[in-house]
C-alpha cells in the first residue's frame, strides 16, 4: 500500500476521521503496513506493548488459551 493509499485509509476509518491529516501522515512516516494472513497472529501473549496497531479492513479475534 502506498503512503497516499495509507492516507485514504486513515482518513476513512470512522475512530481516526477527525484526526488532523499531519498526525495520520506522522503515523505513516513512522509505522509499517502488514498485511496478514488468515489465521496469522497479530500478536501473541508477552509481546512487549511497544506499538500501536490499527486494523483497517478486516476482523481480528482475540482469545488466550488457559489450563
Request: aromatic share 4%; charged share 25%.
Amino acid at each position: 500500500m502506498s503512503p497516499t493509499e495509507a492516507l485514504q485509509e486513515l482518513k476513512q476509518n470512522e475512530h481516526l476521521r477527525n484526526v488532523p491529516e499531519a498526525q495520520l501522515q506522522w503515523l505513516i512516516d513512522h509505522g509499517e503496513c502488514r498485511i496478514l494472513a488468515a489465521g496469522e497472529a497479530m500478536f501473541r501473549k508477552d509481546d512487549p506493548l511497544d506499538h500501536l496497531q490499527v486494523l483497517l479492513a478486516g476482523c481480528v479475534r482475540v482469545y488466550m488459551v488457559q489450563g
